[in-house]
């Protein structure tokens, strides 16, 4: 029941938005905000793909976004790290915050910020260069490595955590594109990983694997999240089940339900939440 | 990890210089283009400010005594007779009672050179139209020399000192009072488009390479389009995949880059020496230049039949066409319009040749217009190529609009092809 | 041939297209009696007999033109130069190809290069005689060939004969034979070369060709003349056109490259629409433009600047020729250049983009070396153009070899001095006129190895993109 003291120590608590205060959420131990976006909505043209998207990304979570196919998951994925103004025509409104920084100020660098927020894609794209190079790629590009010895550790440390550095440290200089898809979504994991990002995003990355591959690469996910903050889209429920531990339905451009993975799998607040999981459409 | 700070501001360090390169390389890229369209803009304006001044050509008013005693002494009324007469007599006579006061025999040399050579045949035609004039005394206005033409556009300047310009001080005197007078013109210049080469550039026209070029790309057009068309069909539809259509193909992606005057060779050693064929015909022209064609033919004819998808084929086989009955009534009409652009964008390649046919002896002079396959001519980049290498002044500017004169055909079957392609283009 | 000659041609070839089109109707016509009147008892459809019966009647016929065209002036010089009196006979071929080409002038109504005496008088009549007895002969010949033709097709006409199939393969044999001319295109390109190109050989030896440092071809014209007082080192030409060349990819290569970067990646749009079209036009100026271009406008243009600065830089420097050249190049790089970017996949961009790159260091860092076999294909096939390239250095470089590496003086090329031994009045068997053929050889030889080696390099090192 709601008293009067109640109130005013919830309100303590509250920021303007109605989100928690940093302090209440460090006192209270919860996990620490990473992304914040308010009332995201996306435009190609005249077609409008997001409608207010309200979403938190936590710190050191997996956050799994599903949908059927087609509902803006990938979309919002993409606004995350400003991919979208890659594209042609296309426009974003909202507030998309990061530690609190506006994503799309005009003071902060679309470059910065994709140092700071990597991406794995669904299509693992490895350059057509070796796999030293490869993972190299990032730290060359921002001068994160001051020797080429430092450069070296920085290669193997992101191709072990990648979980890739055993089945590869002796032909480094081997292209890229020679090895097998699982490998070589791990090298582009490992080449994202380089760049020591805060945020990892990864756009249904299992998609093109086997079986086999896809474990491994949950599996990485799990060891990763040890460090890394990931949201990852996913086409399987299955999957979104197994690796994350915050899920949010997308479904037909709006955000129908986010919250915990247990909850959302085992008491869905949404009917349409309901109806996709249990395999009605989608 | 490396701090988180320490990364941010290693990022942020390399910031600057890195976008300042992303600007400097998109400069260069803009400056490229820019390059490229400049230079182009160059030649058009080169070309057509050294050429504008040739479509106008200075005549000259002569006061001309058809002398009867002269041109018909028995009055025979026979035109042969009258061809013969001495009209170049005359316009002389003309020039001196324009200007009795000049007695010398030099000062008379160069009065006379005032009006063009080509004057007296002027003349000759003249009197020919109208047999009337005979016995009497008309103003007719006939080629002033190029000289004179030079002087009156300017390309000769008279604040040089005399010596150094090809007008004498009393020739300019001379031209003055003539155009005081009235007596001298600039006209449009229906000579340069209705004339063959000649030695005279106030009398050189491009009528006669225009005429060349024409029956030259006619032979290769007819000999091209058919035999290209026919290898574009058979290597797209019915070639089995074997060692010899590999060895077509490769033959003509070779072909296809063969510099032209390779082509030229071959013309000269078989065509001109085995084979007999007559020296600088646009019969041999039209089938070197097809050979260098039929590349580009065969390519874009295989391009265009490729196109066309597969579920027609089916469709006519399906009603038991034949392969050939598929083809020819199908395939063959839905891939015409591509065909007709690539043969279009050929011929266009073709008219601005000019290597291989130098060596098949187009470079002879040549004044008489040609009248069939088989006469002595030359085409158009010839021409300008020629006209090019002569001294005279007053070349500079025929070969400059000689050079509008081909690319202006060549921008019409261009847009040709182009609004062809427009047309006719289907999305499958 | 003359005027009247021609006419003799076209009458023949009407009178023959009217032959076949008889022929078509009747054979059509014969179908159709010979069904009977039902005409689905026929294998194929009643025109197909009627195509068949043309064929057979037109086919020899042409067969036999050909022939006729092809040697009939070599027929004719045989039996004029057999038949030409002792006396006038002379045995060196130089000489005799003179005699040959007066009696065909005198023949013909042209001006000859000699008196005329009654043997020569007698030899053109005789030469007049044979012509007129060979379009006799021809008339008769295919006359008489449509005719067999059509008698022994006439035999085969039943309505169980497969005239569909006879007239279709009959296409086909056609349509092979059309394909094949690319082969015989490029046999009777090797073959003229090489046996010219021999003769040469004969004449001047190789090594002093290949390795030779002087180019002052010469031959003797009169019999008192030395002979061998020209010089036929050809290293000259190759230095001049590696020059020039070199001066023109030095243009071409970055420009166009840059000018494919910024109108695949950079620009919008519109100015993509506007910009590429106009860059193809300056790729379908014919090169006697560019020529009269870099003589008229460029290379005094040049000379003036070299006076006012103090050096000299002759009217017809290298510099001027291989600047002109290298514009004239660029759309070519650009174009192909284009199509190997735009083919790089946008999963490659993209995969830089998310780790933090600027545009220009996705496309220096990634999409280039992806795209680099196409490219440097694309140079070697510029390369391959710059070298036979012929107007250009006719109008806008020197005459003269000169061994250098200054590209302020004038210097000559394989291309102009092929052009400038063969124009003009030319015995065709003198050491000179066959030297152009050597180095025609050489020519198409070197730019069929750039070629394929550019393929090879493009192949090869093509990155397959599913």
């Not at chain 1, 350059?127 to 060359?140: E, H, M, Q, V, W």
């Not at chain 2, 990022?11 to 369209?37: C, P, Q």
């Not at chain 3, 006799?136 to 169980?160: E, F, R, Y």
């Not at chain 3, 302020?408 to 124009?423: G, K, R």
């Amino acid at each position: 029941m709601m008293t009067a003291e109640t109130k005013t120590t919830n309100e303590a608590h509250m920021d303007e938005d109605g989100g928690l205060t940093d302090d209440t959420v460090v006192s209270m131990n919860l996990p620490h905000l990473t992304f914040r976006t308010r009332n995201v909505e996306v435009f190609y043209g005249e077609t409008q793909a997001l409608f207010g998207i309200d979403l938190d990304i936590f710190r050191n979570q997996v956050t799994a976004l599903i949908g059927p196919s087609g509902c803006g998951k990938s979309t919002y994925l993409r606004c995350l790290n400003r991919m979208n103004d890659t594209i042609d025509g296309c426009c974003v409104t909202g507030i998309i915050e990061l530690d609190g920084d506006d994503v799309y100020d005009k003071a902060l660098d679309p470059v910065h910020l994709r140092a700071r927020v990597g991406m794995v894609f669904q299509k693992a794209n490895p350059f057509p260069k070796s796999i030293y190079d490869n993972t190299a790629y990032g730290p060359r590009l921002h001068g994160l490595a001051d020797s080429k010895a430092d450069l070296d550790d920085v290669v193997e440390g992101s191709l072990t955590k990648a979980g890739l550095w055993d089945e590869v440290k002796d032909r480094l200089d081997a292209p890229g594109t020679g090895l097998s898809g699982g490998q070589q979504q791990r090298l582009c994991i490992a080449r994202a990983i380089a760049v020591e990002p805060d945020v990892i995003l990864m756009d249904e990355p299992c998609s093109a694997l086997d079986p086999i591959a896809t474990a491994r690469i949950e599996e990485l996910m799990d060891e990763l999240r040890e460090n890394y903050t990931i949201v990852i889209v996913t086409h399987s429920m299955q999957q979104a089940a197994r690796v994350s531990q915050r899920t949010a339905f997308f479904h037909l451009g709006n955000l129908v339900e986010s919250g915990d993975t247990e909850q959302i799998f085992t008491k869905p607040s949404d009917q349409r939440t309901q109806d996709y999981i249990t395999g009605r459409f989608g | 990890m490396t701090d988180r700070s320490t990364k941010s501001a290693k990022v942020a360090a390399s910031l600057r210089r890195r976008h300042a390169a992303e600007r400097r390389f998109r400069l260069y890229g803009m400056g490229a283009v820019a390059f490229a369209l400049a230079c182009l803009g160059l030649l058009f304006f080169t070309v057509v400010s050294k050429g504008y001044t040739a479509f106008q050509q200075t005549y000259v008013k002569l006061p001309i005594y058809f002398d009867a005693g002269d041109i018909d002494p028995k009055n025979s009324g026979d035109p042969k007779v009258w061809a013969k007469a001495n009209y170049q007599g005359m316009a002389k006579k003309s020039l001196r009672g324009l200007f009795p006061d000049v007695k010398k025999r030099r000062d008379k040399r160069a009065l006379y050179k005032l009006a063009s050579s080509g004057a007296a045949y002027e003349l000759r035609a003249i009197v020919r139209e109208n047999p009337d004039l005979v016995g009497t005394t008309t103003d007719v206005w006939v080629t002033a020399d190029d000289d004179v033409d030079m002087f009156i556009k300017g390309y000769i300047r008279g604040d040089v000192a005399e010596n150094e310009r090809r007008i004498s001080n009393k020739e300019m005197a001379w031209i003055e009072a003539l155009v005081a007078d009235g007596r001298l013109e600039k006209r449009f210049n229906t000579t340069f488009f209705s004339a063959g080469d000649s030695r005279e550039p106030e009398l050189a026209g491009v009528w006669g390479a225009a005429a060349g070029s024409f029956f030259t790309l006619l032979v290769t057009l007819a000999l091209a389009f058919p035999i290209g068309v026919a290898a574009a069909i058979y290597l797209e539809e019915f070639a089995p995949k074997n060692k010899l259509t590999q060895v077509i193909e490769i033959n003509i992606n070779n072909l296809a880059a063969v510099p032209s005057i390779v082509f030229g060779l071959l013309g000269l050693a078989v065509f001109l020496n085995f084979i007999g064929m007559p020296r600088s015909a646009p019969l041999v022209g039209g089938v070197v230049l097809a050979l260098m064609t039929l590349p580009t033919i065969i390519i874009a004819g295989r391009a265009a039949i490729k196109s066309v998808p597969p579920s027609i084929r089916e469709a006519a086989l399906g009603l038991g066409a034949s392969r050939s009955q598929v083809v020819f009534h199908h395939v063959l009409p839905l891939a015409m319009p591509g065909v007709l652009t690539g043969t279009i964008i050929g011929m266009a390649q073709a008219l601005g040749e000019t290597a291989p046919l130098l060596m098949i002896g187009m470079v002879a002079f040549i004044v008489d217009i040609p009248g069939g396959f088989t006469d002595p001519a030359t085409v158009l980049p010839v021409q300008i190529y020629l006209w090019a290498d002569s001294p005279e002044r007053a070349f500079v500017e025929r070969t400059s609009a000689a050079i509008m004169v081909l690319l202006g055909f060549l921008i019409m079957m261009n847009l040709t092809a182009v609004w062809l392609r427009k047309k006719f283009e289907r999305r499958w | 041939m003359g005027k009247a000659d021609d006419v003799t041609v076209l009458l023949l070839m009407v009178i023959l297209l009217g032959l076949s089109a008889w022929a078509f109707h009747s054979g059509r016509r014969q179908a159709l009696v010979l069904s009977n009147g039902r005409a689905r008892t026929l294998h194929s459809l009643p025109e197909y007999y009627g195509f068949y019966l043309a064929l057979c009647c037109a086919t020899p016929a042409l067969g036999g033109f050909v022939v006729w065209a092809v040697f009939e002036q070599q027929i004719i010089e045989w039996f004029t130069i057999a038949a030409i009196s002792p006396g006038v006979r002379l045995d060196d071929p130089a000489k005799l190809d003179l005699l040959l080409n007066d009696i065909r002038n005198l023949a013909n109504g042209n001006i000859i290069s000699r008196a005329v005496d009654p043997d020569l008088q007698a030899a053109a009549d005789y030469y007049l005689g044979l012509r007129d007895l060979s379009f006799v002969a021809l008339a008769a010949g295919m006359l008489a060939l449509s005719g067999a033709g059509v008698v022994l097709g006439w035999v085969n006409l039943k309505p169980a004969f497969r005239a569909r199939a006879w007239v279709e393969h009959f296409v086909h044999f056609v349509m092979i034979g059309c394909s094949v001319i690319a082969v015989l295109t490029t046999f009777g390109i090797v073959m003229s070369l090489l046996f010219e190109s021999l003769r040469f050989f004969q004449m001047v030896s190789p090594i002093e060709f290949f390795f030779g440092l002087e180019w002052s071809p010469q031959t003797a014209l009169r019999d008192d003349q030395v002979a061998s007082s020209g010089r036929f080192g050809a290293v000259p030409l190759f230095a001049g056109t590696l020059l020039i060349s070199l001066i023109a990819m030095c243009i071409a290569a970055p420009v166009g490259l840059m000018a494919a970067i910024y109108m695949a990646e950079y620009a919008p749009v519109r100015l993509r629409a506007v910009a590429k079209p106009m860059l193809e036009i300056l790729a379908g100026i014919p090169t006697v433009v560019y020529g009269f271009f870099a003589a008229l406008t460029v290379a005094p243009l040049f000379r003036e600047w070299g006076a006012a600065g103090g050096f000299l830089i002759s009217s017809e420097s290298a510099l001027a020729a291989g600047i002109v050249m290298g514009i004239m190049i660029i759309p070519f790089v650009s174009s192909l250049s284009d199509d190997v970017i735009t083919a790089v996949p946008h999963s490659l961009r993209d995969g830089s983009f998310g780790l933090g790159a600027t545009k220009s260091e996705t496309i220096r860092k990634v999409v280039i070396p992806a795209a680099l076999p196409g490219i440097v294909g694309g140079l070697l096939l510029a390369m391959s153009r710059a070298i036979g390239e012929t107007m250009i250095v006719v109008m806008a470089a020197g005459l003269a070899a000169n061994l250098t590496a200054n590209p302020f003086q004038a210097v000559t090329t394989v291309t102009v001095q092929i052009v400038t031994l063969l124009i003009g009045d030319q015995e065709f068997d003198s050491a000179k006129t066959l030297a152009a053929f050597a180095l025609g050889l050489l020519l198409f030889c070197t730019t069929l190895v750039l070629n394929v080696i550019a393929l090879y390099v493009v192949n090869k090192y093509r990155e397959r993109y599913d």
